[in-house]
């Protein structure tokens, strides 16, 4: 299944952001990012693959 196909499936973004912002998200392309804040107000982005799975290393690392 294509991801795409596993974003769409149970409306779970449509129902999140609505139908119009679901399909910019979903065909205009977009980086999956997994961003963490921790209690003290740390910020940190790291990538996420296709598979749903972070990025290690600094190939993962992300800038806003």
């Keep these: 299944?294509?991801?795409v196909d596993r974003i769409?499936?149970?409306n779970r973004l449509i129902n999140a952001v609505g139908e119009g912002l679901a399909e910019d998200i979903l065909w205009q392309g977009y980086e999956r990012v997994l961003v963490k804040v921790t209690p003290d107000g740390n910020v940190t982005y790291q990538l996420i693959?296709?598979?749903g799975y972070v990025i290690t290393g600094s190939s993962g690392v992300f800038n806003p």
């Design 1 to 3: 299944m294509r991801l």
């Design 8 to 10: 769409r499936s149970g």
């Design 49 to 51: 693959d296709s598979n």
